[in-house]
């Protein structure tokens, strides 16, 4: 049975929900008038708080017996949406608002490993989900969303947004829902294939966490110069509406790589891909410093379709590659994790580097940058298999 277009859904709908409140987020917070720095605390806590969440519930998914990953979903869901809901009550307190879109943001970042992993436990018991090509769905459903979303907050206001994310966030519940339970024999569970704990899984899988630590550098400078992005572009004379123009760019060059992945990867191996990534990364850092018009910034954001667009596919095909079925949950987690917390430290100190002006900011993403590639390139290619 073929459940691509039913993943491709959640992927659109949790792309579309997820992108659009955690590319917004500074613009929603300065627009309620909470200073940048405490901004970048907010979302690092964000951050932090999936990171650590991540793995806790990919522990459980990977021991339970039973199938719950989608319950998993809508349940997180469900609190994802309720927080959209709690922001709209008049008179609610500044600080108490900024808390629940936190909260929104950590939930729907705690779902990416559980949503990746749906896509391998389905092909495991005999269904066909061609991740890739789901994936690339998502990450159009981010381009329509930063630049619908981006249009909206010009148009009609900040308050609209917040109802445009909960609408698309009750879809993908509704979605979730019509997924197929897979029994628990078709899961290929065996008492003989015992999942590590988490520590074990830090000393078993050495060269795995130094190339995590490398993700975790490029989602450091990718989250900040995402998240201030709108600073980026008020400098250069810019507002809202230019931001979503700018991410619409990245998602439309980065949906049909990461759509025709499966494709690409016959010609490359997924840690090769991986370091294509890394430059491209480093090569955009330096672009942004230098970038003296929105039009440069335009054709940065180009640049996508050789780092995230790579990066994002790549980094689920080589966890499963290099973590065994038995922690195959995990591994997807911590990759998810390790790619969350670089974006939450990216996020603290690009609030704090405002201080200093962004030029300092983009300097300091030119070195996260670097440190990342320098990481990816040292430990793709090794294996902690005995």
């Known amino acids: 049975m073929n459940l691509t277009y039913r993943y491709s859904a959640i992927q659109f709908t949790h792309w579309a929900s997820s992108t659009g409140a ?6 929603y917070l300065l627009d309620k008038g909470i200073h940048s720095g405490v901004v970048g605390v907010l979302l690092a806590l964000a951050g932090i708080c999936s990171c650590l969440t991540q793995p806790v519930l990919a522990s459980f998914a990977d021991r339970t017996e039973k199938f719950v990953l989608t319950q998993m979903m809508i349940i997180m869901s469900a609190l994802c949406g309720v927080c959209f809901i709690l922001q709209l009550i008049p008179g609610i307190p500044v600080m108490l608002m900024a808390v629940f879109y936190m909260v929104s943001i950590w939930s729907s970042d705690a779902m990416v490993p559980l949503l990746n992993s749906i896509s391998v436990a389905y092909n495991d018991a005999g269904y066909f989900v061609n991740y890739g090509a789901a994936r690339g769905v998502g990450a159009v459903a ?10 909206v907050i010009a148009k009609f206001g900040i308050t609209w947004m917040l109802i445009l994310l909960l609408a698309v966030r009750l879809e993908s519940m509704i979605v979730l829902v019509g997924f197929p339970q897979i029994e628990q024999s078709r899961l290929l569970v065996r008492e003989e294939q015992k999942s590590l704990s ?12 130094i190339s995590l630590l490398g993700i975790a550098f490029l989602g450091m400078f990718h989250a900040m110069t995402e998240n201030y992005l709108i600073v980026i ?16 760019i990245e998602g439309a060059v980065a949906a049909p790589a990461i759509f025709f992945y499966y494709k690409i990867r016959k010609l490359s191996s997924d840690t090769n891909l991986l370091k294509v990534a890394a430059v491209s990364f480093l090569i955009k850092a ?3 410093y230098f970038a003296g018009n929105i039009t440069t910034v335009y054709l940065l954001e180009v640049l996508q379709i050789s780092s995230y667009a790579l990066l994002a596919p790549a980094q689920v095909y080589y966890a499963k590659e290099k973590v065994k079925a038995n922690d195959m949950i995990k591994g997807q987690a911590f990759m998810t994790a390790a790619y969350a917390l670089g974006c939450s430290a990216g996020n603290f100190a690009g609030g704090q580097l405002l201080n200093w002006g962004v030029s ?4 300091a993403g030119i070195v996260m940058a670097f440190i990342g ?8 290619t090794k294996s902690d298999f005995s």
Do not use: D, K, Q
């Open 198 to 209: 988490i520590y074990e899984f830090f000393i078993h899988y050495r060269w795995y966490c």
């Open 142 to 151: 981010s381009a329509v969303s930063s630049l619908i979303v981006g249009w």
């Open 233 to 248: 572009m008020n400098a250069l004379g810019g507002n809202s509406s230019h931001v979503g123009i700018a991410l619409f």
């Open 360 to 363: 300092a900011m983009l300097m």
């Open 373 to 380: 590639t320098v990481l990816v390139f040292a430990a793709v």
């Open 22 to 27: 955690a590319v917004f987020a500074t613009t």
């Open 286 to 288: 330096v672009g942004f």
